[in-house]
């Protein structure tokens, strides 16, 4: 649209009354559809499932909420549009009993910054870079469609730790911030944790 064409000032005041925007007013979620593609590396994170603990310490740093651990079940697993790029393993944990877990990235929204390789605390790292255009041959944006579109079960984990507070729908997504930011994580978890009753006064 205008505004991220930095065109804005050209928008007619009659838009906003269409819309009913006026006084301050704007529809939120809207940085879900400026896409970064391609973004400055061209490169994007891989999940290595066999070197991977689910600590979901990548999902935390991660500015944008481009990589997201998912809890599905084997059928959901079977009838992802490229199952046999949807990889899964058993679910840790006696609350997950019976399911599995599953680390998607969105392709298209990912800047590339590498938060998430650094991050990663294993040896071999369970994450490493590779081409965004190979994982767009093989359907990595209808993966990601289909993953976000799951069941949400943050319900089943103790949100108030690293690992649980990751399964929780962010409710800052996809935002504009520089590449490897490293203040929107906390903005994000804190959506996470007290979304539901969160206030934003003022926000830049």
């Known amino acids: 649209g205008p505004v991220t064409r930095l065109e804005g000032d050209a ?30 590396g061209n490169l994007i994170p891989k999940w290595n499932a066999n070197a991977c603990t689910q600590c979901n310490q990548c999902v935390a740093v991660c500015p944008h909420a481009v990589i997201r651990p998912f809890i599905v079940t084997r059928d959901e697993a ?26 998607q990235i969105s392709p298209l929204d990912c800047t590339g910054c590498n938060a998430c390789v650094e991050a990663c605390p294993e040896s071999p790292k369970a994450l490493e870079m590779q081409d965004v255009e190979e994982v767009l041959r093989c359907g990595g944006e209808k993966t990601w469609d289909y993953a976000i579109n799951l069941p949400e079960r943050g319900d089943l984990v103790d949100k108030y730790t690293v690992k649980g ?40």
Not at 91 to 97: D, I, N, R, V
Not at 189 to 198: A, P, V, Y
């Open 11 to 40: 928008i007619p005041i009659s838009k906003f009354l269409e819309s009913n925007l006026l006084g301050g007013t704007m529809t939120p979620g809207t940085s879900k559809y400026e896409k970064r593609r391609p973004n400055p």
């Open 78 to 103: 079977e009838n992802a549009p490229y199952p046999e790029h949807f990889t899964t393993i058993k679910a840790l944990g006696t609350e997950l009993a019976g399911k599995r877990y599953t680390l």
């Open 165 to 204: 507070s990751q399964f929780q729908t962010p409710l800052m997504e996809f935002s504009g911030a520089c590449s490897g930011c490293g203040e929107t994580p906390y903005f994000k978890m804190l959506t996470q944790l007290f979304g539901e009753r969160m206030v934003i006064a003022n926000a830049t």
